[in-house]
């Protein structure tokens, strides 16, 4: 009973730490490429108010920015988990094996890298997109100091 519960952890910090960081990093690259395609077909004629072109240039972007920030904690919870059931199976066969604790620990750090991985990029697109967004906040205010000349 006790091996299927420990089987049973081992496969929820794989599916559910390393799928939920995956989940993570599809939708922060969809909404990249998401807003990269808006950006690309906005019609800057088509605003008459700057505030209404800002709320619709940084729509999801936030979404991006939460993942990027959490990401390394979702990581984290996966090392933690993977640490606890490393010191659960040695103390339940009773003697040290450090080649069982080091494979345990190296298997438990995977979840921290993917959360790293998964992160970094979220981090770098939402700078790329922010710095979209005031280039084009900036075209804007250019077109509305010409039109009102």
């Known amino acids: 009973m006790e091996k299927n519960i420990l089987a049973y952890a081992e496969a929820a910090l794989d599916y559910g730490v390393i799928g939920l960081l995956i989940l993570m990093s599809v939708i922060t690259l969809w909404l990249f490429i998401e807003r990269m395609m808006f950006y690309s077909s906005l019609r800057l004629s088509d605003y008459e108010n700057r505030d209404e072109l800002e709320i619709d240039l940084t729509d999801n972007l936030s979404i991006i920015s939460v993942i990027g920030s959490n990401a390394p904690y979702v990581g984290l919870l996966g090392t933690v988990i993977g640490i606890m059931l490393?010191?659960?199976?040695?103390?339940?066969?009773?003697?040290?094996?450090?080649?069982?604790?080091?494979?345990?620990?190296?298997?438990?750090?995977?979840?921290?890298?993917?959360?790293?991985?998964?992160?970094?990029?979220?981090?770098?697109?939402?700078?790329?997109?922010?710095?979209?967004?005031?280039?084009?906040?900036?075209?804007?205010?250019?077109a509305q100091d010409k039109k009102n000349k």
């Open 86 to 142: 490393t010191f659960y199976t040695m103390g339940e066969v009773g003697t040290i094996d450090a080649k069982k604790i080091m494979v345990g620990l190296a298997l438990a750090l995977k979840a921290t890298a993917m959360g790293l991985i998964v992160a970094m990029p979220a981090i770098v697109f939402y700078t790329l997109l922010l710095r979209k967004v005031e280039k084009i906040l900036t075209l804007f205010d250019i």
